[in-house]
């Protein structure tokens, strides 16, 4: 009769361990991507804040008693949170650098989007960039299903300030990685734009995982 | 330069292309600041893959010294969106609006007159695929025109920005301006001419505006890398002039290359099967093994 109380522990215990190990393996399958692979170093920024006060190399002149003129145009919070109504998305933001191969770091977590903070601020003129993964190793991710979002369509960024800003969807872009529309998506514009980037298109493992990106244009509602 | 006094001596200058550097969407103009309204007459909502519709865009200054507050109405000859901005004041620049490609009437109207009414200057401008161009009211009383200012859409070189100076000032006489330490931006600008642009360091820049026999007024500006950038000039309330900044462009500092890698393949059709069941089908297991484990070890108390 004593040993039926042992035995019964014993078997407990079996359980508990086999419970430990599959949480331990749920947990790894839905870790971050840098779990899968080495990130690249991030490079650093050039300009680290590019609003700060900076005395003029060179100058020979006083610069006190001089008043500093706002920009037109050129200030927006810090972004901290994307949100696509539409679709149910609502993410904070990580920030994002240029790695040392020259592109865009990838999101460091599976579901939480990331801004190229080097680039404008979504509500300052020219294009904020936020990318997200379109799925993780083994299920959806932050941006599954932007590929649903439609012209007219809106997408809102939540500033440190508390600000919200909207944009609007001008459309949508399919591109192969290797013929990626830098200018497009990167380049000059005269007005406050925002880009959502996610991959698309045929999923190869052994040449670099998906093909494609789906680049999401969108211009800053007045 | 001759003065369009004439409301109708519009096709005089149309505005002039800026290189085409970018390839943007359809959705037409919806307000523009400040106390703007618009009515787009197109509808701008194609299908997701439809190519990028012509659009360019503009922005629209009051720089006439001494004239009041101005209505502004922008009216599309061929397809194109309806502006209207309302009560400008001296020295205001709107921000940029997109606009489909085409011909727009431009009319400056006293602040809170009809439409119906003749307007202070008007003219005709072409709004270019992928330009953008400053239209302004300047000059003041007999000189009252307006002027077509392209704006640069290409990126400065790295790690710079671009800065140019427009001149909205009146009885002060012309105006020039250098940044302390760069380069000189401006010499003997006119009311309602500007300058090329001059590329200079991304930093924050203390900026002395000489015109007339006035001291020079000074200011800081912060111009970060990828921006270009206007100096507007202005009769200040003081009497001297006022500087004002405005941003034509940004960009990223620097471009990243090539595409971004944002999916693991976890909802791919083909090889992202096998893998999809492993997190559920773990967690399963542990939560059942985690039940299980829990119960024989409370019986085994209630038992002992």
Redesign the interface.
């Known amino acids: 009769m004593s040993s039926?109380?042992v035995a019964?522990?014993a078997?407990?215990?079996?359980?508990?361990v086999?419970?430990?190990?599959?949480?331990l393996?749920?947990v790894r399958?839905?870790d971050g991507?840098q779990a899968?692979s080495s990130p690249a170093a991030a490079v650093p920024?050039?300009?680290a804040d590019?609003?700060?006060?900076?005395a003029?190399?060179?100058?020979?002149?006083p610069?006190s008693?001089?008043?500093?003129?706002?920009?037109?145009?050129?200030t927006a919070a810090r972004p901290v949170e994307v949100r696509v109504p539409r679709l149910g998305i609502v993410s904070r933001l990580d920030d994002l650098a240029?790695v040392a191969?020259?592109?865009?770091e990838?999101?460091p977590r599976?579901q939480v989007a990331g801004w190229?903070a080097?680039?404008?601020r979504p509500g300052?003129?020219?294009?904020a960039?936020i990318?997200?993964?379109?799925?993780?190793?083994?299920?959806?991710?932050v941006?599954?299903g932007l590929e649903a979002?439609?012209?007219?369509d809106v997408v809102e960024v939540l500033g440190d300030d508390g600000t919200t800003t909207t944009f609007?969807?001008?459309?949508?872009a399919t591109?192969?990685?290797?013929a990626?529309?830098?200018?497009?998506v990167?380049?000059?514009?005269?007005?406050a734009?925002l880009r959502l980037?996610?991959?698309d298109g045929?999923?190869?493992?052994d040449a670099?995982?998906?093909q494609?990106?789906l680049i999401v244009?969108a211009?800053e509602?007045? | 330069m001759s003065p369009h006094r004439r409301p109708r001596t519009a096709r005089t200058a149309p505005a002039r292309t800026v290189l085409a550097t970018l390839a943007l969407g359809a959705v037409a103009a919806t307000t523009l600041a400040p106390s703007a309204t618009a009515a787009p007459s197109t509808a701008g909502n194609g299908p997701a893959a439809k190519a990028p519709a012509t659009t360019g865009w503009l922005r629209l200054g009051h720089l006439s010294p001494g004239t009041g507050d101005a209505d502004v109405r922008v009216l599309p000859l061929d397809d194109g969106s309806r502006l209207n901005l309302t009560d400008v004041p001296y020295g205001e620049v709107s921000d940029f609006q997109r606009l489909p490609a085409g011909r727009y009437r431009i009319a400056f109207r006293e602040a809170g007159q009809p439409l119906s009414a003749k307007p202070m200057v008007a003219r005709l401008v072409e709004v270019d695929p992928g330009s953008a161009a400053t239209v302004v009211a300047t000059g003041r009383g007999e000189s009252l025109r307006t002027e077509v200012i392209d704006d640069d859409l290409t990126p400065p070189p790295a790690g710079q920005a671009k800065v140019r100076l427009v001149s909205g000032v009146g009885d002060n006489g012309p105006v020039s301006a250098a940044v302390v330490g760069g380069p000189v931006i401006a010499e003997d600008v006119a009311t309602g001419g500007s300058t090329p642009y001059a590329n200079v360091a991304a930093q924050t820049w203390q900026v002395d505006v000489a015109s007339g026999s006035d001291m020079p007024t000074t200011g800081k500006v912060a111009v970060k890398a990828g921006g270009v950038y206007t100096l507007l000039v202005v009769d200040g309330a003081d009497g001297g002039v006022e500087i004002k900044a405005l941003q034509d462009s940004g960009s990223a500092a620097t471009m990243p290359s090539g595409g971004v890698d944002t999916g693991a393949g976890g909802l791919a059709p083909t090889a992202g099967a096998p893998t999809d069941l492993t997190a559920p089908a773990a967690g399963v297991l542990a939560a059942l093994a985690a039940l299980g484990g829990l119960v024989l070890l409370r019986r085994g108390r209630a038992t002992a």
Request: hydrophobic share 35%; aromatic share 6%; net charge positive.
């Open positions: 039926r109380p019964r522990r078997a407990a215990v079996t359980l508990l086999v419970a430990g190990v599959a949480a393996v749920a399958a839905g991507p899968a920024s050039a300009a590019p609003t700060a006060p900076t003029p190399s060179g100058s020979s002149a610069s008693g001089a008043s500093t003129i706002p920009v037109q145009g050129a240029v191969d020259g592109t865009l990838r999101p599976w190229y080097a680039g404008p300052e003129t020219g294009p960039v990318a997200g993964h379109v799925d993780s190793p083994t299920g959806p991710a941006f599954t979002l439609r012209p007219g609007t969807v001008d459309r949508l591109a192969p990685k290797d990626f529309p830098t200018r497009a990167y380049g000059q514009t005269p007005d734009q980037i996610t991959c045929a999923y190869v493992a670099g995982g998906y494609d990106n244009f211009t509602r007045a």
